[in-house]
């Protein structure tokens, strides 16, 4: 790969892809590399959409980084060699394309950690140490069993990290879905205590996103569960994505149970939908075995205990019946 080659990363909107993706752009960036774009996918967040390929396609680019987005044998741009970082469940890896995968790990690292490791080979990131732990903190926890993320606790406290780690997760929950504010307020601070403290522009709308997905999960909390065999069903409908964290609330409430958190109206004519568990299921490959017709939506990628996917409503109410619920 040469400097002044055009690179595209294409990474995943949550905290953890973002702060990925601003940590390799400051590296390449500190090694040489001049034409450097980040490009996050839309709402689905699918690599593989022809939307998301469009985006990426207007970069030019001659070389791509694919962030905490998964892997499969497809490529998302035929001809440009792409690497994939990522900790989900590998599935594939485009014929001459690169997959560095953390899902075998033990324990298994996030995203934004591997490529701040990766890149303390190439050049000096030890000052935007607290950019891989804020995506460290959002996925794993304070208590994540990694020297980085002690290490970075102790010089920037775990205070802010944690109060940027909720403002940084903002953008991509809000109704109005803004994940870059989360990367400009990254790059354009040198410490979380200076982000969670700043009267930027773009602090500014990650905290009224933060009230805007307070609210909505305030609300969202009211719903109950139904349940059909040995799964419970969180259904709201909210333009704010709040399903992952109502599907999280309620997998410590249910341990004997995989709890899917269903919302409507977080993208117009789909489910959105997660799934959690604590029962000790593979929800992978819980949602591979339901063997839904062929058809548009995607589902049943990520983690062993952490799933979820987007259909059109038909599809949904397919899954529904072959789960147990009545439609």
Request: with cysteine; glycine share 6%; net charge negative.
């Amino acid at each position: 790969m040469k400097p002044e080659q055009p690179v595209t990363i294409l990474h995943d909107s949550d905290a953890d892809g973002v702060t990925a993706g601003v940590v390799l752009q400051l590296a390449l960036s500190r090694v040489g590399y001049s034409k450097v774009t980040r490009v996050i996918p839309d709402r689905e967040r699918n690599a593989w959409t022809s939307a998301n390929r469009e985006s990426v396609k207007a970069s030019v680019p001659e070389r791509l980084f694919v962030l905490d987005l998964g892997s499969q044998s497809e490529p998302i741009i035929p001809g440009v060699a792409t690497c994939f970082i990522d900790r989900h469940r590998p599935e594939g890896v485009p014929k001459g394309d690169t997959l560095i995968s953390a899902y075998t790990w033990n324990p298994i690292p996030n995203t934004s950690l591997i490529i701040w490791e990766l890149c303390k080979s190439l050049v000096d990131v030890s000052d935007i140490d607290w950019i891989a732990a804020i995506g460290t903190m959002s996925d794993l926890g304070e208590k994540a069993p990694f020297e980085m993320l002690a290490i970075a606790k102790s010089k920037y406290t775990a205070k802010y990290l944690k109060e940027a780690t909720a403002l940084i997760n903002a953008s991509r929950r809000a109704a109005n879905y803004q994940p870059e504010v989360a990367a400009k307020a990254l790059l354009t601070h040198t410490s979380p205590k200076e982000l969670v403290n700043s009267e930027s522009e773009e602090v500014a709308q990650l905290r009224t996103a933060r009230e805007e997905v307070k609210v909505a999960l305030e609300q969202a909390r009211k719903a109950a569960p139904v349940f059909a065999g040995n799964v419970a069903l969180v259904q709201m409908n909210s333009p704010c994505q709040i399903h992952p964290l109502i599907a999280q609330s309620w997998r410590t409430r249910l341990p004997k149970y995989i709890v899917i958190a269903a919302n409507e109206g977080y993208i117009p004519g789909r489910v959105n939908f997660s799934v959690r568990t604590d029962c000790g299921t593979n929800v992978l490959d819980f949602l591979g075995n339901l063997d839904l017709s062929e058809g548009e939506g995607n589902y049943g990628h990520g983690h062993d205990s952490a799933s979820g996917g987007s259909l059109p409503i038909e599809k949904w109410h397919e899954l529904l019946s072959k789960l147990g619920f009545d439609v």
